[in-house]
Protein backbone atom coordinates (compact mmCIF):
# COMPACT_ATOMS: atom_id res chain seq x y z
CA UNK A 1 0.00 0.00 0.00
CA UNK A 2 1.30 3.47 -0.78
CA UNK A 3 2.36 5.94 1.76
CA UNK A 4 1.40 3.54 4.61
CA UNK A 5 3.85 1.46 6.45
CA UNK A 6 2.54 -2.19 7.77
CA UNK A 7 2.19 -1.46 11.08
CA UNK A 8 0.11 1.94 10.77
CA UNK A 9 -1.72 0.02 8.61
CA UNK A 10 -2.66 -2.43 11.40
CA UNK A 11 -3.30 0.09 14.09
CA UNK A 12 -5.50 2.07 11.44
CA UNK A 13 -8.22 -1.46 10.94
CA UNK A 14 -7.23 -3.11 14.46
CA UNK A 15 -8.58 -0.46 16.34
CA UNK A 16 -11.63 -0.27 15.37
CA UNK A 17 -12.35 -3.81 14.43
CA UNK A 18 -11.51 -4.41 18.05
CA UNK A 19 -13.91 -1.93 19.57
CA UNK A 20 -16.35 -2.77 17.19
CA UNK A 21 -15.82 -6.44 17.70
CA UNK A 22 -16.05 -5.64 21.78
CA UNK A 23 -19.02 -3.20 21.60
CA UNK A 24 -21.21 -4.59 18.98
CA UNK A 25 -20.98 -7.81 18.74
CA UNK A 26 -19.72 -9.27 21.31
CA UNK A 27 -22.85 -7.95 22.90
CA UNK A 28 -25.31 -9.21 20.30
CA UNK A 29 -23.79 -12.71 21.45
CA UNK A 30 -24.46 -12.04 24.98
CA UNK A 31 -28.13 -11.02 23.90
CA UNK A 32 -28.53 -14.38 22.09
CA UNK A 33 -27.04 -16.26 25.13
CA UNK A 34 -29.48 -14.48 27.57
CA UNK A 35 -32.90 -14.99 25.17
CA UNK A 36 -32.26 -18.38 26.32
CA UNK A 37 -32.01 -17.84 30.24
CA UNK A 38 -34.81 -17.32 32.84
CA UNK A 39 -36.23 -14.55 34.70
CA UNK A 40 -35.08 -14.44 38.28
CA UNK A 41 -35.30 -12.33 41.54
CA UNK A 42 -32.31 -11.68 41.92
CA UNK A 43 -29.37 -9.20 40.44
CA UNK A 44 -28.75 -9.49 37.68
CA UNK A 45 -32.16 -10.71 37.40
CA UNK A 46 -32.17 -14.05 35.43
CA UNK A 47 -30.46 -17.45 36.24
CA UNK A 48 -28.47 -18.95 32.76
CA UNK A 49 -30.41 -21.92 31.70
CA UNK A 50 -31.40 -23.46 28.21
CA UNK A 51 -34.41 -22.60 28.10
CA UNK A 52 -36.70 -21.97 24.89
CA UNK A 53 -39.84 -20.81 27.63
CA UNK A 54 -39.13 -17.26 26.10
CA UNK A 55 -39.58 -17.84 22.34
CA UNK A 56 -42.44 -20.16 22.92
CA UNK A 57 -44.52 -17.25 24.74
CA UNK A 58 -42.73 -15.06 22.07
CA UNK A 59 -44.44 -16.67 19.31
CA UNK A 60 -47.90 -17.19 21.03
CA UNK A 61 -48.65 -14.01 21.99
CA UNK A 62 -46.40 -11.18 20.08
CA UNK A 63 -46.71 -12.38 16.28
CA UNK A 64 -49.41 -9.87 16.11
CA UNK A 65 -46.92 -6.90 17.07
CA UNK A 66 -44.27 -7.97 15.09
CA UNK A 67 -46.91 -7.85 11.85
CA UNK A 68 -48.32 -4.51 13.32
CA UNK A 69 -44.41 -3.39 13.36
CA UNK A 70 -43.60 -4.47 10.17
CA UNK A 71 -47.06 -2.95 8.56
CA UNK A 72 -46.53 0.06 9.80
CA UNK A 73 -42.85 0.38 8.82
CA UNK A 74 -43.44 -0.50 5.45
CA UNK A 75 -46.33 1.80 5.57
CA UNK A 76 -44.22 4.95 6.21
CA UNK A 77 -41.65 3.42 3.90
CA UNK A 78 -43.61 3.65 0.90
CA UNK A 79 -45.23 7.14 1.94
CA UNK A 80 -41.76 8.47 2.68
CA UNK A 81 -41.10 6.90 -0.36
CA UNK A 82 -43.94 8.89 -2.55
CA UNK A 83 -42.95 12.37 -0.74
CA UNK A 84 -39.21 11.57 -0.95
CA UNK A 85 -38.59 10.73 -4.01
CA UNK A 86 -40.50 14.20 -5.88
CA UNK A 87 -38.26 16.46 -3.50
CA UNK A 88 -35.26 14.59 -4.33
CA UNK A 89 -35.98 14.77 -8.20
CA UNK A 90 -36.51 17.96 -8.12
CA UNK A 91 -33.10 19.19 -5.47
CA UNK A 92 -31.03 17.01 -8.00
CA UNK A 93 -32.42 19.04 -10.92
CA UNK A 94 -32.05 22.71 -9.41
CA UNK A 95 -29.11 24.85 -10.34
CA UNK A 96 -25.84 24.31 -8.95
CA UNK A 97 -25.85 27.28 -5.89
CA UNK A 98 -29.71 26.08 -4.57
CA UNK A 99 -28.68 22.52 -4.92
CA UNK A 100 -26.21 22.73 -1.86
CA UNK A 101 -28.42 25.00 0.42
CA UNK A 102 -31.66 22.52 -0.52
CA UNK A 103 -29.39 19.55 0.89
CA UNK A 104 -28.52 21.21 3.71
CA UNK A 105 -32.22 21.97 4.64
CA UNK A 106 -32.98 18.21 4.39
CA UNK A 107 -30.32 17.81 6.88
CA UNK A 108 -30.74 20.26 9.37
CA UNK A 109 -33.82 18.27 10.72
CA UNK A 110 -31.46 15.09 11.58
CA UNK A 111 -29.25 17.59 13.23
CA UNK A 112 -31.77 18.63 15.93
CA UNK A 113 -33.37 16.67 19.06
CA UNK A 114 -35.39 13.50 17.12
CA UNK A 115 -37.76 13.86 21.03
CA UNK A 116 -38.33 17.38 20.75
CA UNK A 117 -39.48 16.80 16.35
CA UNK A 118 -42.05 13.97 17.37
CA UNK A 119 -42.91 15.83 20.55
CA UNK A 120 -44.05 18.53 18.04
CA UNK A 121 -46.57 16.57 17.00
CA UNK A 122 -48.62 16.01 19.97
CA UNK A 123 -49.65 19.68 20.19
CA UNK A 124 -51.04 19.42 16.61
CA UNK A 125 -52.58 16.10 16.61
CA UNK A 126 -54.08 16.32 20.03
CA UNK A 127 -58.21 16.64 19.84
CA UNK A 128 -57.47 20.42 21.35
CA UNK A 129 -54.67 20.64 18.69
CA UNK A 130 -54.00 23.01 15.97
CA UNK A 131 -55.31 20.85 13.24
CA UNK A 132 -58.52 20.25 15.08
CA UNK A 133 -59.35 23.82 16.21
CA UNK A 134 -58.28 25.05 12.35
CA UNK A 135 -61.03 22.16 11.08
CA UNK A 136 -63.45 22.78 13.57
CA UNK A 137 -63.10 27.03 13.42
CA UNK A 138 -63.99 26.41 9.34
CA UNK A 139 -67.54 23.85 9.59
CA UNK A 140 -65.27 20.83 8.29
CA UNK A 141 -65.87 18.80 10.97
CA UNK A 142 -68.89 19.15 14.19
CA UNK A 143 -66.27 17.02 16.78
CA UNK A 144 -62.53 16.63 17.19
CA UNK A 145 -60.96 13.72 14.86
CA UNK A 146 -58.94 11.13 16.88
CA UNK A 147 -55.46 11.96 15.58
CA UNK A 148 -53.40 11.02 17.86
CA UNK A 149 -52.73 7.81 19.60
CA UNK A 150 -53.58 5.28 16.66
CA UNK A 151 -52.13 4.06 13.82
CA UNK A 152 -52.42 6.94 11.89
CA UNK A 153 -49.95 9.27 14.49
CA UNK A 154 -48.11 6.39 14.46
CA UNK A 155 -47.43 6.61 10.61
CA UNK A 156 -47.30 10.27 10.26
CA UNK A 157 -44.54 10.09 13.12
CA UNK A 158 -42.01 7.75 11.35
CA UNK A 159 -42.73 9.69 7.92
CA UNK A 160 -41.33 12.65 9.80
CA UNK A 161 -38.57 11.41 11.14
CA UNK A 162 -37.29 9.55 9.04
CA UNK A 163 -37.58 11.00 5.85
CA UNK A 164 -34.68 12.90 5.10
CA UNK A 165 -33.08 9.11 5.05
CA UNK A 166 -35.05 8.66 1.96
CA UNK A 167 -33.93 11.99 0.54
CA UNK A 168 -30.45 11.66 0.74
CA UNK A 169 -29.56 8.53 -0.90
CA UNK A 170 -32.43 9.06 -3.65
CA UNK A 171 -30.57 12.39 -4.19
CA UNK A 172 -27.16 10.97 -4.83
CA UNK A 173 -28.46 8.42 -7.49
CA UNK A 174 -30.28 11.24 -9.28
CA UNK A 175 -27.71 13.37 -9.07
CA UNK A 176 -25.20 10.94 -10.90
CA UNK A 177 -27.96 10.39 -13.39
CA UNK A 178 -26.33 11.21 -16.70
CA UNK A 179 -28.14 14.34 -18.59
CA UNK A 180 -27.44 13.01 -22.00
CA UNK A 181 -29.61 9.66 -21.26
CA UNK A 182 -32.66 12.01 -20.27
CA UNK A 183 -31.96 14.04 -23.48
CA UNK A 184 -31.35 11.12 -25.70
CA UNK A 185 -34.79 9.64 -25.15
CA UNK A 186 -36.49 12.85 -25.06
CA UNK A 187 -34.61 13.57 -28.72
CA UNK A 188 -36.13 10.02 -29.73
CA UNK A 189 -39.84 11.12 -28.84
CA UNK A 190 -40.05 9.55 -25.88
CA UNK A 191 -43.06 11.57 -24.00
CA UNK A 192 -42.02 13.08 -20.06
CA UNK A 193 -44.17 10.57 -18.65
CA UNK A 194 -42.11 8.09 -20.21
CA UNK A 195 -38.87 9.41 -20.57
CA UNK A 196 -39.66 8.78 -16.34
CA UNK A 197 -40.79 5.13 -16.53
CA UNK A 198 -38.29 3.94 -19.08
CA UNK A 199 -35.04 5.78 -18.11
CA UNK A 200 -35.04 8.10 -15.02
CA UNK A 201 -36.56 5.26 -12.61
CA UNK A 202 -34.75 2.30 -13.43
CA UNK A 203 -31.38 3.99 -12.77
CA UNK A 204 -32.30 5.59 -10.16
CA UNK A 205 -33.44 2.19 -8.53
CA UNK A 206 -30.52 1.94 -6.34
CA UNK A 207 -31.42 4.81 -4.65
CA UNK A 208 -34.38 3.74 -4.30
CA UNK A 209 -33.47 0.51 -2.27
CA UNK A 210 -30.81 2.07 -0.30
CA UNK A 211 -33.59 4.97 0.99
CA UNK A 212 -36.51 2.02 1.64
CA UNK A 213 -33.67 0.03 3.76
CA UNK A 214 -31.98 3.05 5.69
CA UNK A 215 -35.83 3.60 6.86
CA UNK A 216 -37.57 0.03 7.13
CA UNK A 217 -34.77 -1.10 9.34
CA UNK A 218 -34.61 1.33 12.15
CA UNK A 219 -38.39 2.28 11.53
CA UNK A 220 -39.41 -1.54 12.42
CA UNK A 221 -37.88 -1.06 15.97
CA UNK A 222 -38.86 2.33 16.63
CA UNK A 223 -39.64 3.36 20.21
CA UNK A 224 -40.02 6.86 20.94
CA UNK A 225 -42.88 7.72 18.17
CA UNK A 226 -45.11 4.62 19.21
CA UNK A 227 -44.62 5.45 22.64
CA UNK A 228 -45.00 9.25 22.51
CA UNK A 229 -47.96 9.10 19.68
CA UNK A 230 -48.84 6.01 19.74
CA UNK A 231 -51.82 4.21 21.66
CA UNK A 232 -52.76 0.77 22.93
CA UNK A 233 -53.64 -0.46 19.41
CA UNK A 234 -50.53 0.12 17.71
CA UNK A 235 -48.00 -1.60 20.19
CA UNK A 236 -44.74 -1.65 18.57
CA UNK A 237 -42.13 -4.00 19.20
CA UNK A 238 -39.24 -1.49 20.09
CA UNK A 239 -42.06 -0.29 22.56
CA UNK A 240 -42.89 -3.96 23.72
CA UNK A 241 -38.94 -4.60 24.98
CA UNK A 242 -38.88 -1.83 26.83
CA UNK A 243 -41.81 -2.70 28.73
CA UNK A 244 -40.65 -5.88 29.14
CA UNK A 245 -37.60 -4.78 30.36
CA UNK A 246 -37.54 -1.82 32.28
CA UNK A 247 -41.76 -1.86 33.44
CA UNK A 248 -41.58 -5.99 34.00
CA UNK A 249 -37.63 -6.46 34.80
CA UNK A 250 -37.69 -9.32 32.22
CA UNK A 251 -34.38 -9.14 30.79
CA UNK A 252 -34.98 -12.63 29.10
CA UNK A 253 -38.09 -11.96 27.74
CA UNK A 254 -36.39 -8.21 26.22
CA UNK A 255 -33.32 -10.47 25.01
CA UNK A 256 -35.87 -12.77 22.62
CA UNK A 257 -37.57 -9.92 21.66
CA UNK A 258 -34.55 -7.99 20.46
CA UNK A 259 -33.10 -11.59 18.63
CA UNK A 260 -36.36 -12.34 16.77
CA UNK A 261 -35.90 -8.54 15.62
CA UNK A 262 -32.49 -9.34 14.82
CA UNK A 263 -33.84 -12.17 12.95
CA UNK A 264 -36.46 -10.46 10.85
CA UNK A 265 -33.85 -7.65 10.15
CA UNK A 266 -31.14 -9.50 9.35
CA UNK A 267 -31.75 -10.00 5.01
CA UNK A 268 -32.69 -6.28 4.92
CA UNK A 269 -29.20 -5.28 6.59
CA UNK A 270 -27.28 -7.59 4.22
CA UNK A 271 -29.04 -6.58 1.00
CA UNK A 272 -28.76 -3.10 2.67
CA UNK A 273 -24.67 -3.58 3.36
CA UNK A 274 -24.32 -4.36 -0.48
CA UNK A 275 -26.31 -1.33 -1.87
CA UNK A 276 -24.24 1.15 0.48
CA UNK A 277 -21.16 -0.17 -0.10
CA UNK A 278 -21.86 0.12 -4.05
CA UNK A 279 -23.11 3.43 -3.17
CA UNK A 280 -19.90 4.25 -1.05
CA UNK A 281 -17.76 3.03 -3.67
CA UNK A 282 -18.94 4.89 -6.66
CA UNK B 1 -45.37 22.80 -22.81
CA UNK B 2 -43.98 20.09 -20.25
CA UNK B 3 -40.88 21.71 -19.28
CA UNK B 4 -42.65 24.25 -18.03
CA UNK B 5 -45.40 22.10 -15.74
CA UNK B 6 -42.39 20.03 -15.04
CA UNK B 7 -40.80 23.11 -12.99
CA UNK B 8 -44.01 23.92 -11.47
CA UNK B 9 -43.99 20.25 -10.36
CA UNK B 10 -41.05 20.50 -8.74
CA UNK B 11 -41.28 23.76 -7.18
CA UNK B 12 -44.50 22.11 -5.56
CA UNK B 13 -42.73 19.07 -4.44
CA UNK B 14 -39.69 21.21 -2.88
CA UNK B 15 -42.56 23.96 -0.95
CA UNK B 16 -44.67 21.07 0.24
CA UNK B 17 -41.57 18.91 1.41
CA UNK B 18 -40.20 21.30 3.15
CA UNK B 19 -43.31 22.71 4.66
CA UNK B 20 -43.54 19.16 5.97
CA UNK B 21 -40.26 18.94 7.42
CA UNK B 22 -40.22 22.75 8.95
CA UNK B 23 -44.18 23.56 10.15
CA UNK B 24 -43.94 21.43 12.79
CA UNK B 25 -40.72 22.75 14.60
CA UNK B 26 -41.96 26.10 13.64
CA UNK B 27 -44.96 25.98 15.73
CA UNK B 28 -42.77 24.30 18.56
CA UNK B 29 -40.79 27.49 18.62
CA UNK B 30 -43.94 29.96 18.40
CA UNK B 31 -45.82 28.14 20.91
CA UNK B 32 -42.25 28.64 23.48
CA UNK B 33 -43.76 32.27 23.46
CA UNK B 34 -46.82 31.47 24.55
CA UNK B 35 -48.21 32.99 27.44
CA UNK B 36 -51.03 30.23 28.11
CA UNK B 37 -49.62 26.96 30.44
CA UNK B 38 -51.86 25.50 27.52
CA UNK B 39 -49.84 24.96 24.37
CA UNK B 40 -52.23 24.88 21.92
CA UNK B 41 -54.37 28.17 23.01
CA UNK B 42 -52.10 31.18 22.59
CA UNK B 43 -52.30 33.59 25.60
CA UNK B 44 -50.25 36.42 24.60
CA UNK B 45 -46.46 36.55 24.11
CA UNK B 46 -43.98 36.00 27.21
CA UNK B 47 -40.58 34.93 27.87
CA UNK B 48 -41.91 33.48 31.49
CA UNK B 49 -40.94 29.23 29.85
CA UNK B 50 -37.42 30.50 28.87
CA UNK B 51 -37.21 32.36 33.09
CA UNK B 52 -38.92 28.94 34.05
CA UNK B 53 -36.16 26.74 32.35
CA UNK B 54 -33.33 28.99 33.60
CA UNK B 55 -34.39 28.01 37.31
CA UNK B 56 -35.15 24.79 36.42
CA UNK B 57 -32.44 22.71 37.88
CA UNK B 58 -33.10 19.29 36.89
CA UNK B 59 -32.39 20.27 33.13
CA UNK B 60 -29.48 22.66 34.04
CA UNK B 61 -27.47 19.23 35.70
CA UNK B 62 -29.01 16.73 32.83
CA UNK B 63 -27.39 19.46 30.49
CA UNK B 64 -24.04 19.53 31.63
CA UNK B 65 -23.90 15.92 32.08
CA UNK B 66 -25.19 15.35 27.86
CA UNK B 67 -22.72 17.69 27.46
CA UNK B 68 -19.97 16.17 29.23
CA UNK B 69 -20.63 12.91 27.48
CA UNK B 70 -21.13 14.21 23.85
CA UNK B 71 -17.66 15.96 23.93
CA UNK B 72 -16.26 12.52 25.42
CA UNK B 73 -17.86 10.21 23.10
CA UNK B 74 -17.56 12.46 19.71
CA UNK B 75 -13.90 12.75 20.57
CA UNK B 76 -13.43 9.11 20.82
CA UNK B 77 -15.63 8.01 17.73
CA UNK B 78 -14.28 10.88 15.79
CA UNK B 79 -10.80 8.46 16.39
CA UNK B 80 -12.02 5.24 15.75
CA UNK B 81 -14.42 6.29 12.97
CA UNK B 82 -11.27 8.15 11.26
CA UNK B 83 -9.28 4.71 11.40
CA UNK B 84 -12.40 2.40 9.93
CA UNK B 85 -12.91 5.14 6.58
CA UNK B 86 -9.15 4.64 6.02
CA UNK B 87 -9.14 0.63 6.31
CA UNK B 88 -12.51 1.27 4.43
CA UNK B 89 -11.32 3.26 1.84
CA UNK B 90 -7.25 2.63 1.57
CA UNK B 91 -6.71 -0.85 2.41
CA UNK B 92 -8.53 -3.03 -0.60
CA UNK B 93 -8.96 -6.09 0.70
CA UNK B 94 -7.49 -7.95 4.49
CA UNK B 95 -8.93 -10.19 6.59
CA UNK B 96 -12.39 -10.10 8.01
CA UNK B 97 -13.30 -6.98 5.63
CA UNK B 98 -16.85 -8.10 4.86
CA UNK B 99 -17.16 -8.61 8.75
CA UNK B 100 -15.86 -5.22 9.24
CA UNK B 101 -18.13 -3.34 6.62
CA UNK B 102 -20.80 -5.09 8.51
CA UNK B 103 -20.29 -3.80 12.18
CA UNK B 104 -19.72 -0.23 10.22
CA UNK B 105 -22.34 -0.43 8.68
CA UNK B 106 -25.12 -2.20 11.12
CA UNK B 107 -24.87 0.45 14.44
CA UNK B 108 -26.32 2.98 11.37
CA UNK B 109 -29.55 1.39 11.07
CA UNK B 110 -30.10 -1.50 13.78
CA UNK B 111 -32.89 -0.18 16.10
CA UNK B 112 -31.50 1.70 18.96
CA UNK B 113 -33.11 -0.27 21.52
CA UNK B 114 -31.28 -3.74 20.36
CA UNK B 115 -28.01 -1.15 20.65
CA UNK B 116 -28.87 0.23 24.09
CA UNK B 117 -30.20 -3.68 25.92
CA UNK B 118 -27.32 -5.16 23.64
CA UNK B 119 -24.44 -2.41 25.47
CA UNK B 120 -26.51 -3.03 28.90
CA UNK B 121 -26.20 -6.65 29.40
CA UNK B 122 -22.39 -6.63 28.22
CA UNK B 123 -21.64 -4.04 30.96
CA UNK B 124 -23.60 -6.36 33.57
CA UNK B 125 -21.73 -9.17 32.45
CA UNK B 126 -18.15 -7.56 32.56
CA UNK B 127 -19.50 -6.43 35.75
CA UNK B 128 -20.21 -9.95 37.03
CA UNK B 129 -16.97 -11.15 35.83
CA UNK B 130 -14.27 -8.68 36.41
CA UNK B 131 -16.22 -6.14 38.79
CA UNK B 132 -15.83 -3.32 35.92
CA UNK B 133 -18.18 -1.11 35.33
CA UNK B 134 -18.77 -0.39 38.70
CA UNK B 135 -22.11 1.54 38.40
CA UNK B 136 -23.64 2.50 34.99
CA UNK B 137 -23.49 6.23 34.44
CA UNK B 138 -21.29 8.77 32.24
CA UNK B 139 -18.47 6.28 31.66
CA UNK B 140 -20.88 3.64 30.33
CA UNK B 141 -22.88 6.07 28.37
CA UNK B 142 -19.78 7.31 26.59
CA UNK B 143 -19.23 4.18 25.34
CA UNK B 144 -22.11 3.45 23.88
CA UNK B 145 -22.46 6.66 22.49
CA UNK B 146 -18.49 6.65 20.80
CA UNK B 147 -19.95 3.05 19.56
CA UNK B 148 -22.57 3.88 17.61
CA UNK B 149 -21.55 7.76 16.47
CA UNK B 150 -18.27 5.88 15.02
CA UNK B 151 -19.73 4.44 11.94
CA UNK B 152 -21.32 7.66 11.19
CA UNK B 153 -17.99 9.61 11.04
CA UNK B 154 -16.43 6.44 9.23
CA UNK B 155 -18.66 6.93 6.32
CA UNK B 156 -17.90 11.07 5.98
CA UNK B 157 -14.22 10.20 6.62
CA UNK B 158 -14.79 7.80 4.15
CA UNK B 159 -16.60 9.44 1.53
CA UNK B 160 -14.39 12.59 1.61
CA UNK B 161 -10.93 10.23 1.03
CA UNK B 162 -12.67 8.54 -1.51
CA UNK B 163 -12.78 12.32 -3.37
CA UNK B 164 -8.92 13.21 -1.96
CA UNK B 165 -6.56 13.65 -4.67
CA UNK B 166 -3.58 11.30 -4.03
CA UNK B 167 -1.04 12.38 -5.91
CA UNK B 168 -0.25 15.22 -3.05
CA UNK B 169 0.23 11.98 -0.75
CA UNK B 170 2.86 10.28 -3.27
CA UNK B 171 4.26 13.99 -4.35
CA UNK B 172 4.82 14.08 -0.43
CA UNK B 173 6.65 10.66 -0.29
CA UNK B 174 9.09 11.04 -3.59
CA UNK B 175 9.94 14.48 -1.95
CA UNK B 176 11.12 11.94 1.03
CA UNK B 177 8.31 12.51 3.63
CA UNK B 178 7.85 9.41 6.04
CA UNK B 179 4.57 8.13 5.99
CA UNK B 180 3.51 9.20 9.39
CA UNK B 181 4.24 12.71 8.23
CA UNK B 182 2.27 12.62 4.99
CA UNK B 183 -0.83 11.18 7.11
CA UNK B 184 0.08 14.01 9.82
CA UNK B 185 0.66 17.25 7.15
CA UNK B 186 -1.44 15.94 3.75
CA UNK B 187 -4.09 13.82 4.05
CA UNK B 188 -5.32 14.69 7.49
CA UNK B 189 -5.69 18.09 7.02
CA UNK B 190 -6.76 17.51 3.68
CA UNK B 191 -10.07 15.72 4.94
CA UNK B 192 -10.43 18.32 7.56
CA UNK B 193 -14.00 18.92 6.01
CA UNK B 194 -14.63 15.52 7.33
CA UNK B 195 -13.31 15.74 11.03
CA UNK B 196 -15.09 18.50 11.44
CA UNK B 197 -18.48 17.68 10.39
CA UNK B 198 -17.76 14.19 11.76
CA UNK B 199 -17.04 15.56 15.46
CA UNK B 200 -20.12 17.56 15.14
CA UNK B 201 -22.46 14.94 14.00
CA UNK B 202 -21.61 12.49 16.92
CA UNK B 203 -21.61 14.95 19.83
CA UNK B 204 -25.11 16.30 18.47
CA UNK B 205 -26.13 12.56 17.91
CA UNK B 206 -25.20 11.91 21.33
CA UNK B 207 -26.47 14.92 22.84
CA UNK B 208 -30.10 13.62 20.92
CA UNK B 209 -29.78 9.93 22.36
CA UNK B 210 -32.62 9.01 24.68
CA UNK B 211 -33.33 5.41 24.15
CA UNK B 212 -29.73 4.00 24.34
CA UNK B 213 -29.07 6.38 27.12
CA UNK B 214 -31.84 5.14 29.03
CA UNK B 215 -30.72 1.53 28.87
CA UNK B 216 -26.91 1.96 29.61
CA UNK B 217 -27.23 4.82 32.64
CA UNK B 218 -28.05 4.37 36.01
CA UNK B 219 -29.22 6.04 38.78
CA UNK B 220 -26.30 8.48 38.92
CA UNK B 221 -25.97 10.12 35.08
CA UNK B 222 -29.22 11.60 33.49
CA UNK B 223 -28.73 12.84 30.06
CA UNK B 224 -30.98 16.05 29.10
CA UNK B 225 -32.92 13.65 26.68
CA UNK B 226 -33.53 11.79 29.71
CA UNK B 227 -34.99 14.62 31.88
CA UNK B 228 -36.94 15.80 28.82
CA UNK B 229 -38.77 12.19 27.99
CA UNK B 230 -39.70 12.06 31.92
CA UNK B 231 -41.46 15.61 31.29
CA UNK B 232 -42.68 14.84 28.28
CA UNK B 233 -44.36 11.61 29.51
CA UNK B 234 -46.20 13.22 32.01
CA UNK B 235 -47.68 16.13 29.45
CA UNK B 236 -46.72 18.45 26.80
CA UNK B 237 -45.56 21.75 28.69
CA UNK B 238 -44.66 25.10 27.44
CA UNK B 239 -41.02 24.44 29.63
CA UNK B 240 -40.12 21.57 27.03
CA UNK B 241 -41.08 23.36 24.22
CA UNK B 242 -38.73 27.02 25.76
CA UNK B 243 -36.01 24.05 26.12
CA UNK B 244 -36.57 22.74 22.40
CA UNK B 245 -36.12 25.94 21.51
CA UNK B 246 -33.21 27.14 22.98
CA UNK B 247 -31.71 23.47 21.73
CA UNK B 248 -32.78 24.54 18.51
CA UNK B 249 -30.99 27.90 18.17
CA UNK B 250 -27.31 26.33 19.24
CA UNK B 251 -27.58 23.52 17.11
CA UNK B 252 -28.85 25.63 13.68
CA UNK B 253 -25.85 28.20 14.89
CA UNK B 254 -23.51 25.32 15.06
CA UNK B 255 -24.62 23.79 11.66
CA UNK B 256 -24.74 26.55 9.87
CA UNK B 257 -21.45 27.82 10.88
CA UNK B 258 -19.66 25.15 10.34
CA UNK B 259 -21.43 24.29 6.85
CA UNK B 260 -20.81 27.96 5.86
CA UNK B 261 -17.16 27.30 6.90
CA UNK B 262 -16.66 24.29 5.12
CA UNK B 263 -18.40 25.80 1.86
CA UNK B 264 -16.32 28.57 1.77
CA UNK B 265 -13.17 26.48 2.42
CA UNK B 266 -14.23 24.18 -0.79
CA UNK B 267 -14.15 27.35 -2.42
CA UNK B 268 -10.57 27.96 -1.67
CA UNK B 269 -9.61 24.76 -2.20
CA UNK B 270 -10.92 24.64 -5.80
CA UNK B 271 -9.72 28.07 -6.45
CA UNK B 272 -6.29 27.62 -5.36
CA UNK B 273 -6.00 24.09 -7.12
CA UNK B 274 -7.05 24.84 -10.71
Given at each position: ?5 S ?10 F ?7 L ?13 SA??I???S ?21 S?G????A ?6 I ?7 I?R ?9 L ?22 Q ?7 L ?5 VI??P ?9 V ?5 Y???P ?17 V ?5 LGA ?13 S???V ?10 A??EFVI ?10 M ?10 D ?6 A???AM??V ?17 G?? | ??A ?9 A ?21 F ?6 W ?21 F ?14 V??T ?5 M?RF ?9 G??L ?22 Q ?8 RG ?12 A??V?V ?7 G ?5 E?A ?37 D ?18 V ?8 T?E ?9 A ?25
Open positions: MIGIGGLRRALIGLPAWLLLFFLPLAIVAAISFAEDRPPFLTWTLANYCTLAQGCLRVYLSLLAAMTLLCLLGYPVAFAAAPGVWRQLLFLVMLPFWTSFLIRVYAWIAILPSGLVNRLLAIGETLPLLYNGFSTLGLVSYLFMILPLYGSLSRLDESLEAAADRPRRVFRDVILPLLPGAAGCLLVFIPVGPDLLGGPGTLIGKMLWQEFFNVDWPAAAIALAVLTLPLLIAQRFLEREAA | MSRRGGAFRIFLLFGFAFLYLPIALLVVYSFNSRLVTVGGFSTRWYAALLDNEKYRDAATSLEIAVMAASIALLGCAGFANGRFRGRLLFFMMAPLVVPEVILGLSLLLLFVAAGLFGWPASIVTVTIAHATFTCFALVRAQLAFDRALEALDLGARPLTVLWRITLPGISPALVSGWLLAFTLSLDLVVASFVSGPSATTLPMAYSSVRIGVPVNALATVFLIVFTIVTLAGWLMARQERRRLGAGI
